[in-house]
């Protein structure tokens, strides 16, 4: 696993929780809602690219491909 990788998901998730915390305050709920939905999809199409990588790597290292 790289190190680059959680970098990104807790970059992503500072950002998101600073965001949501502002909106709150400011009384927009749903916009905060929004963007910590928002956030949640960002992380997770990063993650879901990083697993496609995985099933490659076993993939060749068995012999599946």
């Given at each position: 696993m790289e190190i680059?990788?959680?970098f990104k998901?807790?970059?992503t998730?500072?950002?998101v929780?600073?965001?949501n915390l502002v909106l709150k305050r400011a009384e927009r709920e749903e916009q905060a809602m929004m963007t910590t939905l928002a956030?949640?999809?960002v992380v997770l199409l990063v993650i879901i690219d990083e697993i496609g990588d995985?099933?490659?790597k076993v993939k060749?290292?068995?012999g599946l491909w």
């Open positions: 680059d990788l959680i998901i807790a970059g998730g500072i950002i929780a600073v965001l956030g949640l999809i995985l099933f490659d060749t290292v068995f």
